[in-house]
């Protein structure tokens, strides 16, 4: 199943090469729906509180690795997040790309099989081998099809994400060498010793923290996020980042839980610089590629904080902030590319008062300004809101930080909605842009569903991802660190918290 | 019957030489006109000494190898597989040669001859174990590559390439011989097993002398830092085709032979000796990557990528154990597969008239006016810049990971970050090739020799080229073991 999964964009991105544009087209759309259809299929014959490790495959096709693939509930909704956002990302091109449509299509096929293969890998080398390939398309899609400074974006964007890259192969090797293995879930329950972990963490955190991106390596982001095309940048943001906190998740907690705990600190200390410092300074942006972009640092501090709350409301809120993070950043750079489409320019000041002329895209460009900002009832307020709950029995003071992130991600955000929908109609051309095409409801329709749905009901996202949040936080309860909250245990509870919906559960513990 | 053994074991060779003496006559007395015929036939023979020592290599009854000729030459996994590298190089450096010199002032057979000569020189080199018949294989094998170099008689560059090959290489013979002479003079023997034995106690300082001697005249054989300088000179002013020859085959051997040199003759003191690879090894990452980001002219280019990659390849070498070996043999097969092909793309540069244009300006939007050759150029160079899912990746992939498991972890972590220097150059090939708006300089079409071996290395190194490992591995395993065996 999942190698089907890996097959078709791959076939189908060979067929675009050959193919003309309007074939490249519409190949592209019938190969992402047809993964986003195998996509809930996996959804639907996953096995919530089954096996672990499902939809397992294994052959030994390569000497010194194995290509194993299998998924876990936190690899599933990753999975389906990139399948869910592909066939929205080849909408997005249809009309903006016109030069070497075939090329550019095989391009997002190949990356989006080399996004599935990186979360359902389950050997180590075949997941180094996904996450380093994705750079090539990623290199070409900047640099053929981007904006004006795109060369220079292209290139940050790969040099900093290789460097990033090649430390952790050596932590790989010398982890293979001592454990014997390259299994990913054997590794996962292997203790590594103590003093090897602070190492092999470093490693681990160079290649993570640059894809994730953490405060200060994450100025390759704005380069790149603005240069790139609307889909290239949809990517980008909605999956590309997701890796640094999946490969944290799945990698450097459950490997070295110790290490994680010894530089608890130092995440910590980057988050808070990274959601206070990047949201003051998407605060004066002019660009609105360039504020989401660095809207987009700031959400991830925000992951990374509760990635290393070392409990399950930090973990679940992290796992929640990213999937939000997905759909909501994902669609504020569609609309951001639905005017770019009509104006091209991404200025803000060229823009003013659209929800007169445009009030359908006004609107959605509401709900997720909202979801962005953690409104309830949308999906940002779920995941943050975990998150910060989770840090608070660690740190209050981090939690306290991070929290005026939320003040300062409201004000930003709002900035921008007021400047650029409401007000004056200041510039006649864009005055005179049409309002939203059905194509574009296609788009940005379905992530507002989505976003609404996972605000309302997280439940169903969460589910999946339960049992094996538990088992992870049940191998970090070893090294979790004491909390300077020290809250007072309640009545004892017939269940346990991650049982129970967790966003009624941990009202008590506030 | 041991004459015999000595014979068979020889057979590739003998086949080359008696192949090499025919078709020198056949194109004395034809003349030019044979000189197609003569490549052809050159070309069988090189790939029929290949399948000779693909056999040798795999047929069990000689698994353990033999020596012949009295101990002064040895059959063995090792040298087969070398052999079968070098072999199958050359022969694709002839396929590619007659087009590109027929339109320069003709073909001549002598070509077909030299390269065949060379391949001899080659082979003895990686199955000498002693001083003496490794310096007449070195010998051979350099004299006729100073020749090929200088093969467009009248073009000046390679005229001046020839000449500074010629000097620079008797200089490092020189420092060779010297270093063996010395070795001889402290240890009182040529052979591998002889020397290796005297040398087993106290390194006296004599010996240490003849190992930096000769490990000296080694590295500039290879083109290691730093003694690389003359690899970019000459490398820019040999004719194309003699340049990817230079890059691949002379390489190999070269390779092959430092390392039987450094673990049979010096394996017992390796300390002495892996300090000193050590150093070349990392010098050589370095300068190879630094040295080629200011360079203009892509021979140049691919020079300097060369000798960054003989720096990951010397990696394997520092390891000093079987792993270790075989990584580096796996390292040469990607490696001659990736330079092969980025040289055939580099011939395939070329006007409706046959010039040639090797600067980045030239190249600048090949994709959209040559997109199947740009995306081939692309595949390389994302392989040769060590991306995954290419095989390129798969070379330092099994380098490195030897490294880590002998415990040299630091040193790795060093050379791994110094890689990244490099894909900066290989990166911007593919941004000139696809970012850039196009020259439209290059309006000929490629031949198809040129395609053929162009789609060859292409297939191997894209990633399709995973599903060889698992051969690989099991080869190079055997032929590391064999070399470990006579150490």
Known sequence: MLSIMLLIPFAAGFACFLADARQARWIALAATLADLALGIMLWAGYDIGGAQWQFTEQADLFAGFSYALGIDGIALMLIMLTVFLMPICILASWQSITRRVGEYMAAFLIMEALMIGVFAAQDLFLFYIFF????????????????????????????????????????????????????????????????????????????????MPMWPVHTWLPDAHVQAPTAGSVILAGVLLKMGGYGFIRFSLPMFPEASAQFAWLIFALSMVAVVY???????????????????????????????????????????????????????????????????????????????????????????????????????????????????????????????????????????????????????????????????????????????????????????????????????????????????????????????AASHGEGESH | MANFSSFYFTGAEILLSLAGLVLLMLAAWSGDRSARLVTALACAALIGGAIFSYDLLTNPSYELGGDAFGGLYRMDAFGSFAKILVFLASAACLVIAPRYFEERGGYRGEYPVLILFNAVGMSMMVSAVDFITLYIGLEMSSLSSYVLAAFLRSDQKSAEAGLKYFVLGALASGILLYGISLLYGFTGSTTFIGVGAAMAGDLSTGQLFGIVFVLAGLAFKISAAPFHMWTPDVYEGAPTPVTAFFATAPKVAAVALTARVAMEVFGSQSDAWRQIVMTAALLSIVIGALGAIGQENLKRLLAYSSINNVGFILLGLVVANEAGAAAMLVYLFIYVAMSLGSFVGLLMLRDTEGNLYETFADISGLSTTRPLMAW???????????????????????????????????????????????AFYYIKFVKVMFFDEPAGVVTGKGGRGHWAVLAICTLIVSPLGYLLTPALDVLAGKAAAALLIAS
């Open chain 1, 278 to 500: 990047t949201s003051l300074v998407a605060l004066v942006q002019h660009d609105m590629k360039k504020l989401i972009a660095y809207s987009s640092v700031a959400h991830m501090g925000i992951v990374t904080v509760g990635l290393f709350a070392f409990n399950v409301q930090g973990l679940e809120g992290a796992m929640v902030v990213m999937l939000s993070h997905g759909l909501v950043s994902a669609a504020l750079f569609l609309c951001v590319g639905v005017i770019y489409d009509r104006l091209h320019t991404r200025e803000i000041d060229r823009y003013g008062g659209l929800s007169i002329n445009m009030p359908q895209y006004a609107l959605l460009f509401m709900l997720f300004t909202m979801a962005s900002v953690g409104l309830p009832g949308t999906s940002g307020f779920v995941g943050e809101f975990l998150s910060l709950v989770g840090a608070y029995q660690v740190s209050t003071l981090v939690t306290l930080l991070c929290a005026t992130g939320i003040i300062l991600g409201a004000a930003y955000m709002l900035y921008l909605y007021r400047r650029v929908a409401f007000g004056v109609q200041k510039n006649a051309d864009a005055a005179a842009m049409p309002d939203l095409s059905l194509r574009e409801w296609l788009m940005l329709g379905p992530i507002a569903a989505a976003v609404l749905w996972m605000g309302v009901y997280p439940e169903s996202f969460m589910a999946p991802m339960r049992a094996d949040i538990a088992a992870l936080d049940a191998r970090l309860a070893r090294a979790a660190p004491m909390g300077d909250s020290l809250l007072e245990v309640g009545e004892p509870r017939t269940a346990a918290a991650n049982q129970l």
């Open chain 1, 132 to 211: 380093e390939a994705g750079l090539i398309p990623m290199y070409l899609i900047i640099g053929v099809w981007g904006g004006a400074d795109r060369i220079y974006a292209s290139y940050k964007f790969f040099l900093y994400t290789l460097l990033g890259s090649v430390l952790m192969l050596i932590a790989m090797f010398w982890m293979v060498a001592e454990a014997g293995t390259t299994d990913i879930p054997t590794l996962m329950q292997h203790d590594f010793p103590a003093g090897a972990q602070s190492w092999l963490w470093l490693a681990f955190f160079a290649s993570f923290a640059v894809k």
């Open chain 2, 376 to 422: 081939c150029l692309l595949l390389l160079m994302f392989s040769l810049a060590g991306i995954p899912p290419l095989l390129g990746f798969w070379a330092k992939f099994v380098v490195f990971q030897a490294t880590v498991e002998a415990g040299l972890v630091a040193f790795g972590a060093i050379a791994i970050a110094a890689s990244v220097i490099g």
